[in-house]
Nanobody, 123 residues
Framework: QVQLVESGGGLVQAGGSLRLSCAAS????????MGWFRQAPGKEREFVAS???????YYGDSMKGRCIISRDNARNTVYLRMNSLKPEDTAVYYC?????????????????WGQGTQVIVSS
């Protein structure tokens, strides 16, 4: 089992930046990919970015070019650095962990989820 806890969300003005963190526990030796998703009210959850244990990264179209995913395996933490934020980026951002080695872009690809952290971007 893996437990994930996100932090770093909050209120930011358009054009600003945030860094989200996700602390993992329960299986500190796991090497599976970890990802970030987001979900706005009334909208489907969408893929933002993912990273393997070896820090190979993959980005979805939603925030491509405006975010950087990274992970610190020694600290069991994955990060999402977001910049040039837009009001349409307002959503709950979720951290997820996947069993296996290949990266995934679908919610169903991931077995473990955090509770989410709210990001609100004002105009």
């Amino acid at each position: 089992q893996v437990q994930l806890v996100e932090s770093g969300g909050g209120l930011v003005q358009a054009g600003g930046s945030l860094r989200l963190s996700c602390a993992a526990s329960g299986r500190t030796a796991r090497r599976g990919p970890m990802g970030w998703f987001r979900q706005a009210p009334g909208k489907e959850r969408e893929f933002v970015a993912s990273a393997t244990w070896w820090s190979t990264t993959y980005y979805g179209d939603s925030m491509k070019g405006r975010c950087i995913i990274s992970r610190d395996n020694a600290r069991n933490t994955v990060y999402l650095r977001m910049n040039s934020l837009k009001p349409e980026d307002t959503a709950v951002y979720y951290c997820a962990a996947r069993e296996g080695l290949s990266q995934g872009t679908l919610s169903s690809d991931y077995a473990y989820w955090g509770q989410g952290t709210q990001v609100i971007v004002s105009s």
